[in-house]
């Protein structure tokens, strides 16, 4: 199964995705904050990001996108979006594997993890 990281300032939605994640095989680290995901990354190398864009702002979230893709090319970027918006026509769309619109269904966010695998 994949090595995760899950990045979302809502404690509740983390630990419901974590969990769900973890139920299906995968390793799954997580953080609240830009500060703590840039630190996870580091230290796990995860092959899938699953990202809120906005933490608290979509900057947060376009920053995380730009340095995880730049430092790893080949890593699966999907975004939790309750505002397609702020993705929609900005650069770092083309950087981002997937987005997702909250809320998510637990199927969604399973294949969307799953999609590591065929890649390789």
């Not at 899938?48 to 933490?55: K, Q």
């Not at 920053?63 to 770092?92: C, K, M, N, S």
Request: net charge neutral.
């Amino acid at each position: 199964m994949a090595r995760v990281l899950l990045v979302d300032d809502d404690p509740g939605g983390l630990e419901i995705r974590k969990m769900l994640l973890e139920r299906d095989g995968h390793r799954v680290s997580t953080a609240t904050n830009v500060t703590s995901a840039r630190n996870r990354f580091r230290e796990i190398t995860p092959e899938c990001v699953i990202l809120d864009l906005r933490l608290p702002s979509p900057e947060d979230g376009l920053a995380l996108v730009r340095e995880f893709r730049q430092t790893a090319p080949d890593v699966r970027i999907v975004v939790l979006a309750g505002w397609g918006a702020d993705l929609d026509g900005r650069p770092e769309q083309k950087l981002v594997d997937e987005v997702l619109a909250k809320p998510v269904r637990s199927e969604r966010l399973i294949n969307a993890v799953a999609a590591v695998k065929k890649r390789a």
